[in-house]
């Protein structure tokens, strides 16, 4: 995989780290200290330093996406993992990395920004992405749903995909179609329900 993947592994990493130099160049406009953590109500519950905001969250999160990776590497059945499957492994971390950082930078400028709407909409959307290729996937220990009962029947895992898909597929429509409302009463039922009810 580290072969084959070689320049996307080093251009997704790139766009993870992307952030550190956008906050290099808004750094005098920064404040000395930076919400990097919100409640349910948009309000900030945490602060990290400046330093810490622009160059450690960036590397931690870099670390996140190297081991994911380094993990679907180290599956001995990567071979079931789609090319699709994959991309999303490549992919999903640095989206999430520029999107949460854009937003902790907007908020610390002092930008009126709904950070629950975007952050649940984020969700959302990579339920839909994630349930499109949860009935395409084969029995892997990195992409899916990784019970004892699916890893050791494949028919089990086959019924399970589409039922857990299907699901994803829907749930994440509703998040999308209320995170308007930034409800946790409604995305933490929704989220419970996709993935308690295909087990």
């Known amino acids: 995989m580290f072969k084959k993947y070689k320049s996307t592994i080093i251009l997704t990493s ?3 780290l992307l952030p550190v130099i956008i906050g290099i160049f808004l750094w005098d406009r920064l404040p000395a200290e930076i919400a990097t ?3 349910v109500n948009n309000q900030p519950n945490g602060y990290s330093s400046k330093t810490f905001a622009v160059f450690g969250l960036p590397l931690v999160i870099l670390g996140i ?9 180290a599956d001995p059945k990567k071979q079931n993992i789609s090319e699709k499957a994959i991309a ?4 999903i971390i640095p989206v999430i990395s520029l999107v949460l950082m854009s937003i902790t930078y907007a908020y610390a400028l002092g930008v009126k920004i709904r ?5 649940i909409m984020l969700l959302g959307v990579i339920f839909i992405l994630l349930g499109n290729y949860m009935p395409k996937t084969k029995q892997n220990f990195t992409f899916g749903m990784k019970i004892p009962w699916t890893l050791n029947d494949e028919e089990n895992w086959v019924k399970t995909h589409r039922l857990a898909g299907r699901l994803m597929v829907f749930g994440g429509a509703v998040i999308c179609a209320t995170a308007i409302f930034e409800s946790p009463w409604i995305f933490f039922p929704t989220v419970i329900i996709m993935l308690i009810a295909p087990l």
């Open 14 to 16: 790139i766009i993870t």
């Open 88 to 91: 999303i492994v490549l992919w």
């Open 115 to 119: 950070i629950g709407f975007i952050v």
């Open 37 to 39: 953590h919100f409640g």
């Open 65 to 73: 996406h190297l081991l994911c990776i380094i993990a679907t590497n």
